[in-house]
């Protein structure tokens, strides 16, 4: 009687499991979910910052670039690493020549062509820096 109970129980969670992902895929629902392994890898050269959408640290470095017109002084590309694994896989490569392992990596990251800048301080400062201010 158990093996029956365990076979029905298993074939009940097998239907709901098939039916999910037959609605889910004729309803486009997982089109979001696997865009980003889609997206090509971007082609970007110079000052890159890596950030992560809902990330304080990053909030703060784009607080400071926006109250301080850092786009109008230093030419720089932003990539948003949560979404798109390109981007991600960009980062730990800068990481990687940097010889950082991938538990030394966090967001916000800066690659200025040659060093690593991690953190929201160290970024900032990097643009004060830039901008002597």
């Known amino acids: 009687m158990e093996k029956k109970t365990k076979l029905i129980i298993l074939t009940v969670a097998l239907v709901i499991l098939a039916g999910c992902l037959y609605f889910g895929i004729k309803n486009n629902i997982f089109a ?22 809902g990330c304080a640290h990053c909030e703060d470095v784009e607080k400071y670039i926006k109250d301080n017109n850092i786009e109008g002084k230093v030419q720089f590309t932003r990539l948003e690493v949560s979404k798109n694994l390109g981007n991600e896989k960009l980062l730990l490569e800068k990481a990687v020549t940097c010889g950082l392992g991938i538990n ?7 690659w200025d062509g040659e060093k690593c800048i991690i953190g929201g301080p160290d970024v900032i400062q990097f643009f004060k820096d830039k901008t002597a201010q």
Do not use: A, C, T
């Open 32 to 53: 979001g979910i696997f865009e980003s392994f889609n997206k090509p890898r971007p082609d970007v050269s110079g000052i890159v910052l890596f950030y992560k959408d």
């Open 104 to 110: 030394q990596v966090g967001v916000p990251f800066l």
